[in-house]
């Protein structure tokens, strides 16, 4: 059983920052790889970013490359998304994500229920 606990979503005025973290506890088995999808209001869900667990390689959507940083803490089997230079488009439900980078594609296996990030205009 795999539960996965997001936080640090609010409210932030454009160009403001946000730091979300996400907890995970139980066993992931291959599944540990990490990674964030977020949902936009009237949109269908998309991958924002990933990271590997084993030598912390980020992937990134073009969209937010250069703001955000993917970042991970094994010890505490966390995952991080500093979210920097924020715009009215990046407001959505962030998604936290268990599971396996593989060549070039992320497979998310295990969501997390998800942190609300506003942005404002």
């Known amino acids: 059983q795999v539960q996965l606990v997001e936080s640090g979503g609010g409210l932030v005025q454009a160009g403001g920052s946000l730091r979300l973290s996400c907890a995970a506890s139980?066993?992931?088995?291959?599944?540990?790889?990490m990674g964030w999808f977020r949902r936009a209001p009237g949109k269908e869900r998309e991958f924002v970013a990933a990271?590997?667990?084993?030598?912390?390689?980020?992937h990134y959507v073009d969209s937010v490359k250069g703001r955000f940083t993917i970042s991970r803490d094994n010890a505490k089997n966390t995952v991080y998304l500093q979210m920097n230079s924020l715009k009215p488009e990046d407001t959505a439900v962030y998604y936290c994500t268990c599971g396996l980078y593989s060549g070039s594609n992320y497979y998310a296996r295990f969501w997390g229920q998800g942190t609300q990030v506003t942005v404002s205009s």
């Open positions: 990271i590997s667990w084993s030598d912390g390689t980020p």
């Open positions: 139980g066993r992931t088995f291959s599944s540990r790889d």
